[in-house]
C-alpha cells in the first residue's frame, strides 16, 4: 500500500541562503504513520534527494519501527556539479526515475496527503 505523508511542509517563507522555500516538521510524522502501519511492516520512504527521507527513517526508527528503510538518492537525486554541463545545478544524478524505475508525476487522490477536514476532489 502506497501512502503520502510528508515529514515536513514548505513554509512558504525564502531562504535565501539555500535559494528555496524552508520547510517545517509535520507534528502528527509518527501519529500518522502509527494510524497506518505496524511496527513492523516494512516501510520504504522516498522524498525528493533522500535527505528528508533519511531524517524521517530515524524518526520511525525511534518510534519503534524496525523495517523502516531510505531510498538513498530519493526521486531526483543529486543536482549535477560539472560546470560544462547543460545540467548544472539541476537534479539529474541518480535517483529513482534517472535509473528508469516507474513513477509518474499522475496524482491519485485516494494518496494525496490532506490535513483533516480538507476535502479531496471529486
Known sequence: MAANVPSKFMTYAWDEKKKEYAMKPN????????????KDDTILVICRSGNRSAASVNLLAKAGFTKAYNITDGFEGDKIKDPQSPNLGKRMQNGWKISNLPWTYDLDVNLIYLPKGKPKAK
Open 27 to 38: 507534528p502528527n510524522f509518527v501519529k500518522e504513520i502509527n494510524q497506518r502501519f505496524a
